[in-house]
C-alpha cells in the first residue's frame, strides 16, 4: 500500500540546527575587509567602548561645569551657547551611547529568547512529524488486516 504522506523537512530547519542567533559582536566586521575597513572599525569600537560610559558623562559634566563661569560672566546668550553646545553636546554624548549599547544588549538577548523558541517549535514538530509517521504505519496495517477480510461480492439476482 501506498505511502500517506510524504515528509519534506524545510531548510531552515537545517539552517537552525546548525546555526545559533546572530548577535550585534558578529556585525562589528573586525576580522572581515580591508586593512582599513578593519581598523576603522576598531578604532570606532574603542572609541565607543571608552565615550560610551557613565564616567565619561560624569567627567565631560565637570568639564563643562569648568567653563560655566566664564559663560555666567559674558551674559545670557553666551550661557545659552554653553547649555546647547558644551554642556548637552558633551554629557548627552556618552549617556545615549550607553542606553544604546543597553538596547542592543537587550536586543541580543531577545534575538537568543526567539531563536530558543523557534528551536523548540522545531522540535516539537518533529516530535508531531515522527507521531503522524507511526500513525499512518498503523493505519496501513490496519487497512492491510482489513482487506484480507474482504467479503465476497454479492451474487447479482438475475
Avoid: C
Wanted: charged residues 20%; proline residues 4%; glycine residues 4%.
Amino acid at each position: 500500500m501506498a505511502k500517506i504522506y510524504e515528509y519534506h523537512r524545510h531548510p531552515r530547519a537545517q539552517e537552525l540546527h546548525e546555526g545559533r542567533p546572530i548577535k550585534s559582536l558578529d556585525i562589528r566586521r573586525l576580522d572581515r575587509g580591508s586593512f582599513i575597513t578593519r581598523l576603522n572599525a576598531r578604532v570606532g569600537l574603542r572609541v565607543t567602548v571608552v565615550v560610551g560610559t557613565m564616567w565619561t558623562a560624569y567627567l565631560f559634566t565637570l568639564l563643562a561645569l569648568l567653563a560655566l563661569p566664564s559663560a555666567v560672566h559674558q551674559g545670557t546668550y553666551y550661557v545659552v551657547v554653553w547649555l546647547s553646545s558644551s554642556f548637552l553636546q558633551l554629557v548627552l554624548l556618552p549617556i545615549i551611547i550607553v542606553g544604546q549599547n543597553i538596547q542592543a544588549a537587550t536586543a541580543d538577548k531577545r534575538a537568543e529568547e526567539t531563536y530558543k523558541d523557534a528551536e523548540a517549535v522545531l522540535k516539537e514538530s518533529e516530535e508531531i512529524q515522527k507521531h503522524l509517521i507511526a500513525q499512518d504505519q498503523a493505519i496501513t496495517d490496519i487497512m492491510e488486516r482489513l482487506s484480507g477480510f474482504a467479503t465476497p461480492p454479492a451474487p447479482s439476482a438475475t
